[in-house]
């Protein structure tokens, strides 16, 4: 008997339960016998069968393979160096948004892969869209502020090695220079973080006050303004030593 210990919920879903059982029946039926008729439709049973069967089998196993090869190995790591995992816009393409892989490895709660708009990552969409027919729930987001974070700390730990490997006679200046501007911007972010909470808080509250007459309004608007020349210096720093 197969242990369940672990997937719960997915023992107790009538839908998942008859797919285990009925497995190989659906994967001749889909892979074989519906690829094989569509093809005796367009009047090429063999045709349909190795292209819409075989083919597309072996290509989808193989970038599905990619997830645990090229996005450990080709890429750039921009939150963490923990393990071999890449983020690769490319590899994404050929994996349905897979190959954001650093940013899965580091925030593995988070339904996402690509985080930005433009980021290719079908599943995502489709988790979102079906989220709109209340079809999933509860969708879990890294706080942006703490993906900030991460990215900050990769750049610093970057930066830094890189100003070790250069001959400067004032290499603790820009290292402490680095720790200073690090500090500061964490900082901000984690003060921004605070008061947008205080926000939605507010919000929540009901409170019969116009939301752009409160101190809190002002208060976030002048941490905004902070955070972005806190950014600004942060690339402008650390842009010198990529």
């Given at each position: 008997d197969r242990d369940y210990q672990n997937v719960r919920d997915l023992d107790k879903d009538p839908?998942?339960?008859?797919?285990?059982?009925?497995?190989?029946?659906?994967?001749?039926?889909?892979?074989?016998?519906?690829?094989?008729?569509i093809g005796f439709l367009l009047g090429d049973p063999v045709g349909g069968l190795l292209i819409m069967g075989f083919l597309r089998l072996v290509t989808c196993h193989h970038t599905t393979f990619f997830i645990n090869s090229l996005a450990h190995t080709w890429g750039n790591q921009p939150y963490s160096d923990q393990n071999t995992s890449r983020d690769n816009p490319v590899i994404a393409l050929l994996t349905y948004g897979e190959g954001y892989h650093n940013f899965h490895h580091t925030f593995q709660w988070d339904y996402r892969n690509g985080i930005r708009w433009y980021h290719f990552d079908p599943t995502k969409w489709l988790i979102n869209a079906l989220s709109w027919?209340?079809?999933t729930w509860n969708l879990k987001r890294i706080a942006p502020?703490?993906?900030?974070?991460?990215?900050?700390?990769?750049?610093?730990?970057?930066a830094s090695?890189?100003?070790?490997?250069?001959r400067l006679g004032n290499k603790e200046q820009w290292l402490q220079l680095l720790e200073t501007e690090y500090d500061q911007l964490v900082h901000t972010l984690n003060e921004w973080a605070r008061?947008?909470?205080?926000w939605v808080d507010l919000?929540?509250?009901?409170?019969k006050r116009r939301w752009d007459e409160t101190e809190l309004?002002?208060?976030?608007?002048e941490i905004e303004e902070n955070l972005e020349y806190q950014r600004r210096q942060w690339r402008m720093l650390t842009q010198q030593f990529a």
């Amino acid at each position: 008997d197969r242990d369940y210990q672990n997937v719960r919920d997915l023992d107790k879903d009538p839908i998942v339960v008859w797919q285990d059982k009925y497995y190989w029946t659906l994967a001749f039926v889909l892979n074989v016998g519906l690829t094989t008729a569509i093809g005796f439709l367009l009047g090429d049973p063999v045709g349909g069968l190795l292209i819409m069967g075989f083919l597309r089998l072996v290509t989808c196993h193989h970038t599905t393979f990619f997830i645990n090869s090229l996005a450990h190995t080709w890429g750039n790591q921009p939150y963490s160096d923990q393990n071999t995992s890449r983020d690769n816009p490319v590899i994404a393409l050929l994996t349905y948004g897979e190959g954001y892989h650093n940013f899965h490895h580091t925030f593995q709660w988070d339904y996402r892969n690509g985080i930005r708009w433009y980021h290719f990552d079908p599943t995502k969409w489709l988790i979102n869209a079906l989220s709109w027919l209340k079809l999933t729930w509860n969708l879990k987001r890294i706080a942006p502020e703490k993906i900030e974070q991460s990215m900050a700390a990769m750049q610093l730990k970057k930066a830094s090695a890189s100003i070790a490997r250069y001959r400067l006679g004032n290499k603790e200046q820009w290292l402490q220079l680095l720790e200073t501007e690090y500090d500061q911007l964490v900082h901000t972010l984690n003060e921004w973080a605070r008061c947008r909470q205080d926000w939605v808080d507010l919000k929540r509250a009901d409170i019969k006050r116009r939301w752009d007459e409160t101190e809190l309004h002002k208060r976030l608007l002048e941490i905004e303004e902070n955070l972005e020349y806190q950014r600004r210096q942060w690339r402008m720093l650390t842009q010198q030593f990529a």
